[in-house]
Nanobody, 123 residues
Framework: QVQLVESGGGLVQAGDSLRLSCAASGLAFTNYAMGWFRQAPGKEREFVAA???????VYADSVKGRLTVSRDNAKNTVYLQMNSLKLEDTAVYYC?????????????????WGQGTQVTVSS
């Protein structure tokens, strides 16, 4: 059974940093591209960042230079380092897994999803 479990969310102030983690189990992690998506209140879920099984990365324009995706294959974990957080970064953050292929922003290409972790940025 595949499980993706996000952690690291919380309440922070604008300008602060936060690191999200997503621990994967039940799959051959090194064969999967991993993505981060988010959903703000009243909005559709949107792409944030992704990293392929060969460590290539792609980012949404809105987070470039502030958020960094990385992975540790030895720990079956993908991370999202979030710096210079803004109010508009408030959302539930989800990680997702996509078998082989490149890291993409296309939500429907991801097969497995976590339950999400809440990030709230206050002023």
């Amino acid at each position: 059974q595949v499980q993706l479990v996000e952690s690291g969310g919380g309440l922070v102030q604008a300008g602060d940093s936060l690191r999200l983690s997503c621990a994967a189990s039940g799959l051959a992690f090194t064969n999967y591209a991993m993505g981060w998506f988010r959903q703000a209140p009243g909005k559709e879920r949107e792409f944030v960042a992704a990293i392929s099984w060969i460590y290539s990365t792609v980012y949404a324009d809105s987070v470039k230079g502030r958020l960094t995706v990385s992975r540790d294959n030895a720990k079956n974990t993908v991370y999202l380092q979030m710096n210079s957080l803004k109010l508009e970064d408030t959302a539930v953050y989800y990680c997702a897994a996509k078998f082989l292929g490149v890291a993409t922003a296309t939500e429907m290409e991801y097969e497995y999803w976590g339950q999400g972790t809440q990030v709230t940025v206050s002023s």
